[in-house]
């Protein structure tokens, strides 16, 4: 794996005393193009980085070493702990995201990223739980890497969490009591200020599918079957 030397960002900081890296926390850029999110990702009035991109073709480009603290999640929140900067790595995916033209990511893109987040799991001693979408982190924010994203791929090769395709996990009755659903979710790490937005996020991650904002039998399945993980790997 080769890193491109063109960008470095010089938005970072230190990582706060103590924290170790111990999280993935994955993006889309958002913007026209690879360029454009490059020149913004180092621009060092823009205060945002992240500390890797992939290109779609899969050029992988370093712009914060992994030591410091890159700033790509912002106010965010997972598995009890608030600003997720301070613990994780942030990699972003060019995609020009749902304001520009949301779009399936490519093989090449996907291929690099597997390998990367390998590595940097292997590295860190990070568990598949606390590789996230920066919707799981942020809910009432953001939606990337969004529905598009396939967790499943990413699942089978242990590099993340996702719930398999079908039976169970589409039935859409919906369940009037939803305390069971929220106690699931707060389990899995995510934040329950605003529940309806955790509840979309975690479908966009766990169901993309069938996002519809609704508490049903398959959504609760779905909780069951990752808090169970979360759990186990606990354990
Ligand atoms: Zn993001």
């Known amino acids: ?31 026209e193009s690879a360029e454009v999110a490059l020149e913004r990702l180092c621009d060092p009035t823009a205060s945002v980085s992240a500390h890797y991109l992939i290109e779609e073709d899969g050029r992988l480009h370093r712009l914060v070493d992994d030591r410091f603290r890159a700033w790509h999640a912002g106010v965010s929140f997972w598995q009890g702990l608030s600003g997720v900067n301070g613990c994780s790595i942030g990699i972003e995916l060019v995609n020009r995201g749902h304001e520009f033209g949301y779009r399936a990511f490519p093989d090449a ?33 953001k939606q990337d890497p969004g529905e598009l994203f396939d967790w499943n791929r990413f699942a089978a090769l242990g590099v993340g969490l996702a719930v398999p395709v ?10 009037d009591d939803h305390s069971e659903l929220m ?29 519809n904002g609704i508490v049903d039998q398959g959504t609760l399945a779905a909780a069951r079957f990752v808090a169970q993980q979360v759990a186990q790997e606990m354990a």
Do not use: C, W
Request: no cysteine.
């Open 109 to 141: 893109q996907m291929v690099a990223l597997e390998a990367l987040v390998s590595v940097l799991m292997a590295k860190y001693q990070i568990a598949p739980s606390r590789v996230v979408g920066h919707s799981d982190v942020a809910p009432t924010r």
């Open 183 to 211: 106690g699931l979710l707060r389990q899995i790490g995510y934040d329950l200020e605003v529940p309806q937005a955790a509840l979309g996020a975690f479908q966009r991650h766990f169901r993309p599918a069938m996002i």
């Open 1 to 31: 794996m080769t890193a491109s030397p063109a960008y470095v960002s010089p938005n970072y900081d230190a990582r706060p005393d103590g924290m170790q890296i111990d999280m993935i926390v994955l993006h889309y850029t958002g913007m």
């Open 166 to 175: 079908g039976g169970e996990f589409t039935d859409e009755t919906p369940i």
